[in-house]
Every structure is written in C-alpha cells, then in structure tokens.
C-alpha cells in the first residue's frame, strides 16, 4: 500500500475555461497559493475482482460496474464518481500487464469536500501522486503536474509551491518566484455542496457568457502584472489584482444564459468585511473567490495570526501558511 499527501491550491489569477478540453488546454493562464493547512490524504493498493465484487453485492445496484473502488471521506463513492477517478487511474495502467490491475483508494479531505474550497486540486493531485508510487512510474513534478491536469486543471498547480502557475499558451506548470511570504484565510460561510461545479460553470461560461472573450482578454494582461508584481514583491498591487481578477470571473457567471452565481448574502457581507478593514483599520488583506461562496483572504504570513483573530470573532476560519514544493 502507497500513502501520500497533497495540499490545496487557492488562485490569485484564476483558471475559469477550457480552450481545448481533450487537450486540456486552459482559455486563461492562473497563478495560486500551495496551502499547507488544506489537504488531502491518499492510500492506495492493488485490489482483486474478488474484493470489487464482495462491496458491490454489500453496497446495491448504484455500485454496480465499478472498474476500481474509491472511498472518499470513508464513504464509498457510486459507479459515476467511481469512473472519474478510474479514468484517471487509466493514465498510469498504460502498459499491457497494468491494463487489468485494479486500485482500492481511500481518501480523505480535511477541509470541505465540494463547497469552492479546492478539495479537487488535492484530491486529484494526491491521487495522481499516489499511482506514480503504486505504478513505479518514478515521473518527476513536472510530468505529474502534466497529467494531473486531466484530472482536474487546477490540481496540476498543486505539484508546485509556495507559489505556482499555468500558462495557457506554453502549457508548462511551474513555480514562480517571491520573496513575498503570502498567506490564507478561509472563511467558512458554507459547506453545503456547490449546485454547479467548477466544470459545469466554467463550460456554461465559455459557451454563454457574454462578459466571456473580454475576460480572457483581460486575464492574459493580469497574469503577466501577477507575475511583475510578485517579482517585485509588491504586496500591495498582488493584493488590488486578486480582488479584481476573482471578480471579473464571478462577472462570466452573471452574464451567461442563464446566468448563475457562487455567491451567497453572507458572501457580500464578507467581501465587505474585509475591504473595511483595509480602508478603515488599515489592515493588509484582500479576498477572493472561487467556484463557491466561501471568501479567502489573501494576507501575508507576519500578519496571518493578528488577523485570523479578527475573522475567528465573526466567522469559522480555517488559516493557512503555503508550503515549499
Ligand atoms: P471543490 O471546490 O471542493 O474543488 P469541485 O466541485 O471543483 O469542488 O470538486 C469536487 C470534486 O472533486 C468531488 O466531487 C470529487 O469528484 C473530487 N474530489 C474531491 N476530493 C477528492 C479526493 N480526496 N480524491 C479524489 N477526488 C476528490
Ligand atoms: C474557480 O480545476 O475544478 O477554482 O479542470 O474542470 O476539473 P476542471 O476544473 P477545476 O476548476 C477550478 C476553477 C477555480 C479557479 C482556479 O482554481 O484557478
């Protein structure tokens, strides 16, 4: 049995679309935080047909035609779910004597699972790092990060950090330099599972929304400023470009027919939250969102427990360092 670990990662430029979905190739470049306070453990050992077909019989029909067993969270996950994650344990059986070996994967998360807080980018990344040890694939960051986008896109980022990013039009996945030293504050106003995934978002996007080409426009210029001002450890201009960015991809949300959002009441109220701080108590700290209606704070390390003080009085926290990758 192989046992790995895999940390979340939360974008300051964020990926929202496909430009080519079999080759996986992202409509915008993005840039994000490795977490080290969300992640995902992973067990996984070769199973025979045998121990498949025992927690079929245990379990009901819905289970039925499982190629591999996944339990997430210890709960063990039907035929549709199953499948995602086969077809990714299809990307290391692709010699002939591994085309018929089966997995049992065992996972957990330690944050909420589906509810915008990225337990696909460890989830994903934690399983693909898992098969390369379980398959003796011995491949080096890089090629995981490279295959992991076909899990899921934002999970390839997670093989890099403090800092990483993906750009659309080389492909390469690769950690970026600062000396900045950033931190997150996950303020928890949900953990109810998302109506739409990012997926689905996304696709009904590109599709649909109207807002759609102004913003991979828009995003090419953020991500070449991200990375200037990352560089020149400006905190103060990453900060201001996070917050534009996460919003100018919830606006592809509100302009898509039929137009949708991730956020809640409490998602506002939280946004406001954080900008009176800054404007009335001078405090550094930013937000962002993703595909749900969880706010992140973005802040730096030095300022992580004075502030996580501040956010632990009005909501459930979860605070995070990055991690070196
Ligand atoms: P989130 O905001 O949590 O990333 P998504 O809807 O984008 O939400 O992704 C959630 C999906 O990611 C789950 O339904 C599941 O398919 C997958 N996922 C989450 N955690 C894991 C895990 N530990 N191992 C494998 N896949 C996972
Ligand atoms: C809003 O990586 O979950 O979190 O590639 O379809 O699996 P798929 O989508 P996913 O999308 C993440 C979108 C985001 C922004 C980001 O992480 O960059």
Redesign the pocket.
């Given at each position: 049995m192989e046992k790995v670990k895999s940390y979340a990662n939360i974008a300051i430029i964020k990926y929202w679309g496909k430009k080519d979905k079999q080759k996986m190739i992202p409509a915008t470049s993005s840039i994000s935080l490795t977490l080290k306070d969300l992640y995902?453990e992973?067990e996984i050992e070769f199973i025979d047909d045998a121990e498949i077909k025992k927690e079929v019989e245990k379990n009901g029909e819905k289970f039925s035609g499982v190629r591999d067993l996944f339990f997430?969270n210890s709960e063990l996950q039907d035929k549709i779910?199953t499948e995602?994650?086969s077809k990714v344990v299809d990307l290391f059986r692709t010699q002939e004597n591994e085309k018929n070996k089966k997995v049992k994967?065992k996972?957990?998360?330690n944050m909420?699972?589906?509810?915008?807080?990225?337990?696909?980018?460890?989830?994903?990344s934690?399983?693909i790092k898992a098969c390369n040890k379980l398959f003796k694939k011995n491949l080096s960051q890089e090629q995981l990060a490279q295959i992991s986008k076909y899990g899921?896109g934002?999970s390839a980022r997670s093989f890099f950090g403090p800092v990483a990013a993906w750009d659309k039009d080389s492909g390469e996945i690769y950690k970026v330099k600062t000396d900045l030293k950033l931190a997150m504050i996950v303020l928890v106003l949900s953990k109810s599972k998302?109506d739409v995934?990012?997926?689905d978002g996304m696709e009904r996007c590109v599709k649909t929304s109207t807002y759609f080409e102004e913003w991979v426009e828009q995003s090419e210029i953020d991500f070449e400023n991200m990375k200037k001002y990352l560089q020149d450890n400006d905190f103060e201009k990453v900060g201001k470009l996070t917050e534009e960015n996460a919003l100018r991809m919830h606006r592809t949300t509100e302009t898509s027919n039929p137009p949708f959002s991730y956020f809640l009441p409490q998602t506002y109220k939280a946004m406001e939250f954080v900008k009176n701080l800054r404007d009335k108590d001078s405090e550094k700290c930013y937000f962002t969102m993703?595909?749900?209606p969880n706010v992140k704070v973005l802040c730096l390390e030095e300022d992580l427990e004075r502030l996580a003080g501040i956010f632990s009085k009005k909501y459930e926290i979860i605070m995070s360092r990055t991690v070196e990758l």
């Amino acid at each position: 049995m192989e046992k790995v670990k895999s940390y979340a990662n939360i974008a300051i430029i964020k990926y929202w679309g496909k430009k080519d979905k079999q080759k996986m190739i992202p409509a915008t470049s993005s840039i994000s935080l490795t977490l080290k306070d969300l992640y995902t453990e992973t067990e996984i050992e070769f199973i025979d047909d045998a121990e498949i077909k025992k927690e079929v019989e245990k379990n009901g029909e819905k289970f039925s035609g499982v190629r591999d067993l996944f339990f997430l969270n210890s709960e063990l996950q039907d035929k549709i779910h199953t499948e995602k994650i086969s077809k990714v344990v299809d990307l290391f059986r692709t010699q002939e004597n591994e085309k018929n070996k089966k997995v049992k994967i065992k996972t957990t998360n330690n944050m909420p699972t589906a509810a915008g807080l990225s337990s696909s980018s460890s989830g994903l990344s934690a399983i693909i790092k898992a098969c390369n040890k379980l398959f003796k694939k011995n491949l080096s960051q890089e090629q995981l990060a490279q295959i992991s986008k076909y899990g899921s896109g934002s999970s390839a980022r997670s093989f890099f950090g403090p800092v990483a990013a993906w750009d659309k039009d080389s492909g390469e996945i690769y950690k970026v330099k600062t000396d900045l030293k950033l931190a997150m504050i996950v303020l928890v106003l949900s953990k109810s599972k998302k109506d739409v995934s990012s997926r689905d978002g996304m696709e009904r996007c590109v599709k649909t929304s109207t807002y759609f080409e102004e913003w991979v426009e828009q995003s090419e210029i953020d991500f070449e400023n991200m990375k200037k001002y990352l560089q020149d450890n400006d905190f103060e201009k990453v900060g201001k470009l996070t917050e534009e960015n996460a919003l100018r991809m919830h606006r592809t949300t509100e302009t898509s027919n039929p137009p949708f959002s991730y956020f809640l009441p409490q998602t506002y109220k939280a946004m406001e939250f954080v900008k009176n701080l800054r404007d009335k108590d001078s405090e550094k700290c930013y937000f962002t969102m993703d595909a749900g209606p969880n706010v992140k704070v973005l802040c730096l390390e030095e300022d992580l427990e004075r502030l996580a003080g501040i956010f632990s009085k009005k909501y459930e926290i979860i605070m995070s360092r990055t991690v070196e990758l």
